[in-house]
């Protein structure tokens, strides 16, 4: 079982930059890989980027790669993602979730956080 709990959202001018955090509670934190994924108002929730348990491998939606990067603490159970570049397409609830395997598929994520609001103003 792993609780997860998102932080670091809030308002910011279009171009800004904000790092969302998402503290893992739980011994086996490592074993699970990592995901980010946001909803906006009125659409399906959607892939942004992924991770893998070593934090080796990573995977990106083609609409964040090279302006988001997703990265791992194991030893602080902390999953980041720092978002550079930020348009107001970008305006959405943020969630992290858990999964076993590294995956896109949000079916496929076991355990998710309550969301964090990003809002991003033009």
């Known amino acids: 079982q792993v609780q997860l709990v998102e932080s670091g959202g809030g308002l910011v001018q279009a171009g800004g930059s904000l790092r969302l955090s998402c503290a893992a509670s739980g011994r086996t934190f490592s074993s699970y890989a990592m995901g980010w994924f946001r909803q906006a108002p009125g659409k399906e929730r959607e892939f942004v980027a992924a991770i893998n348990r070593s934090g080796v491998t990573t995977y990106y939606s083609d609409s964040v790669k090279g302006r988001f990067t997703i990265s791992r603490d194991n030893a602080k159970n902390l999953v980041y993602l720092q978002m550079n570049s930020l348009k107001p397409e970008d305006t959405a609830v943020y969630y992290c979730?858990?999964?076993?395997?590294?995956?896109?598929?949000?079916?496929?994520?076991?355990?998710w956080g309550q969301g964090t609001q990003v809002t991003v103003s033009s």
């Open positions: 979730a858990g999964t076993k395997a590294l995956t896109t598929a949000p079916a496929l994520y076991n355990y």
